[in-house]
């Protein structure tokens, strides 16, 4: 069989888990079990006299050619079923309203069924908005350099981020098996693309070594997406069974936390975006003084979008902006940009990965 007439045959499967997944994602029964994301262990240091005013402090952050007004971006989560087209285009403006990041799910189904292009397409939402588009590693190695710049020149994006999932392709029913020439084909897109790569976990965490090697080969941006918050293999354990759900139940916690992710990769002089059971402003301070240029959020940013549509999303959202701005003046820093180098104290657990993992 080619592998377009096994493609075909997908089809109607890769629709389905699409929506299995925000289902299982928003119903909020995927998430870690025990592994937290670390960033409880960093400890900011209270600064009581910050001589600022709050309206001075100035959030905007460089990232990926464009600036955000805030270091935030609403992480890849969806595309290809009319649910995901609304999502896409709600969380799309509100990318554009508020100034962030916004990541599309992975655009496999572009490919697979044309027909759902029209739920990926969002830049008249967001004309002006940082767009990053998705591809798994597994899908860019079997596609064309050119192949995959028409799906990102389709929807205007600006940087491609490709995602590794590997943990859970294990668990997936019917997922990859074969790993071999990921880092060559994150070459050739850095080479050939003609728009940046972002290499991203799907949480399970990014080492230091992963970071060298990503940054041996040229590419400058990362999305850690650590574990701590929703769990891939979690989320496919939902939907395995048998053996596969054995391996999936035992490896539930399987990956690198967060904050630990961030800290071990934060010195490599990468753009880090910080994904991974950020759940408010306060996380996403931690995750800016260990080293990361933004955090990133999609299972809350998902549970908002349900529980009020386009305007709870952006309300969630405006409370994150505006923790990560109090957190800001009340460490004496003028920027997030500056969190980095504030005082701070981190945890045991944190300081120990930090030591054992490089
Ligand atoms: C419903 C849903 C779908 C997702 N689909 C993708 C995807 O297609 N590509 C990808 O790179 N990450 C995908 N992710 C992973 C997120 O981008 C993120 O890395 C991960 O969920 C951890 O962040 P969180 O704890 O804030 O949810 C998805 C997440 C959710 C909640």
Redesign the pocket.
Known sequence: MSQHDSEVLQQPLISQRKSE??AL?ASGDVEFRSKGTLLDQVHLVHQAIPERHYDELDLSTPLLGKVLKAPIVI?????GTDEAQAINQDLARAAETLGLGF?L??QRAMLVRPETTRTFLVREHAPTALILG?L?IVQAQRMSTSDIAALCQTVGVDAL?V?L?TGMELVQPGGDRDFRGGLETLRRLHGELGIPIVV????CGLSRQVGQMVKQIGITAV?V?GA???S?VGVETHRAQGIAKAVGDALWDWGIPTGASVGLLGDLGLQIIA????RTGLDVAAALALGARAG?????V?KAWKAGGYDGAVEYLTGVIETVKAVTLLTGCRSPSELVRAPKVLGGALRAWLEGAR
């Open positions: 997944h925000i994602c992480s890849a989560m969806t595309g990541g799910g992975s998705n798994g981020c995602h999932a991203k976990e799907t949480g999305d997406s701590g918050g929703t891939w994904t991974g059971g950020l990133g959020l999609a299972a809350p998902l």
